[in-house]
Structure formats: structure tokens, C-alpha cells
């Protein structure tokens, strides 16, 4: 029974993450865009952590803090380097070594990468068509640690962001 407690709580943690993540791409606003990922990374970081895909949850626990920082990079000069994106880059390929589990490691390593630098710049339509090559990276990790949840983020993320540049992008585009 303890098990299927476990199994339960595991899932839902991952579920909880697909809604966050969807409504995320629902806003037009880069720092509330940011809000609701940093809610999101946590519940799948520990969803992945329980089902012992450790680089997985390695690299959402560090899109957290990731996140944090770019979501005030606008607000403090230091955060504004553009030294930051690196950075984080370096630490996602060393974690990535650090708790190799075989080939597939470097998937979500090389994902949050692509979203590091999607989540860099300010204009949320580049953030929106930048954050599409995640999602391609994660698909095989999730088909891999048997995520379901994973599997529907990845598909969330690509609806989300097609329906999201259809409603803003798409104005923006006409509008200059």
C-alpha cells in the first residue's frame, strides 16, 4: 500500500507541473511567464527525483534557479551580464557528467540549455519560438525514464506555445 502511495504522489507532483507549464505560455508577460515555470520546475524536478531520473530532476532544480535570476535580471545590473547564460550552460553539462545514468543524460541538460537562452531575451515572441527546441530534446528522455507526465509537459509546452504565438505573435507580427 505504501508503494502505491508513493506511485500516486509521484504522479500527481507531475501532473500538477503540466497545468502550471501550460498556463505559463498563456501570459503575455515574461516575469509572470517566469513565475509560473519556477512553480512548475519544482513539481516535476521532484516527480523525476521519485522516479530516480536524477539528471532530469538535476536539471529542473537548476532551471529554478535559473529562472529566479532571470526573472529579476532586469531589475539588478549584476543579473544583466551576459555572462549569465553560460553559466548556467557550464553547471547543467558538469551536473549532467556528475549523475550520468548513460547516453540519454545529455538530453535535459542540452534541453534546459536551449531554454536558457530562449528565456534570456526579453521579447516574449523570441522566448516563445526559442523554448520549441526543449521540448524536442526532453520527448526521448521522457519516453526513456517512463514519465508520462514528462511525455504531456513536452506536448503541453508545444500546444501551449503554438496557441500562444497564434493569440500574440500573430498581432505583433501585423501590427508593425
Request: with cysteine; hydrophobic share 55%.
Amino acid at each position: 500500500m505504501e508503494y502505491l502511495d508513493l506511485d500516486v504522489t509521484t504522479q500527481i507532483l507531475g501532473y500538477i507541473a503540466v497545468v502550471l507549464l501550460f498556463i505559463s505560455f498563456q501570459i503575455d508577460n515574461r516575469k509572470s511567464i517566469l513565475g509560473l515555470l519556477i512553480a512548475a520546475m519544482f513539481f516535476l524536478a521532484a516527480h523525476q527525483f521519485l522516479l530516480g531520473a536524477l539528471v532530469g530532476a538535476a536539471a529542473n532544480g537548476l532551471t529554478i534557479v535559473r529562472n529566479i535570476i532571470f526573472r529579476y535580471k532586469n531589475e539588478k545590473p549584476f543579473l544583466q551580464h551576459f555572462i549569465w547564460p553560460y553559466i548556467f550552460s557550464l553547471v547543467l553539462l558538469s551536473t549532467c557528467v556528475l549523475l550520468w545514468q548513460g547516453w540519454y543524460s545529455v538530453l535535459p541538460a542540452l534541453a534546459v540549455i536551449a531554454s536558457t537562452f530562449a528565456l534570456w531575451v526579453d521579447d516574449t515572441k523570441t522566448i516563445r519560438l526559442l523554448s520549441l527546441i526543449g521540448p524536442l530534446l526532453w520527448l526521448p528522455y521522457a519516453f526513456i525514464i517512463d514519465s508520462l507526465p514528462t511525455i504531456l509537459i513536452q506536448v503541453v509546452i508545444i500546444t501551449s506555445i503554438l496557441i500562444a504565438m497564434f493569440r500574440f505573435d500573430r498581432k505583433k507580427s501585423s501590427e508593425t
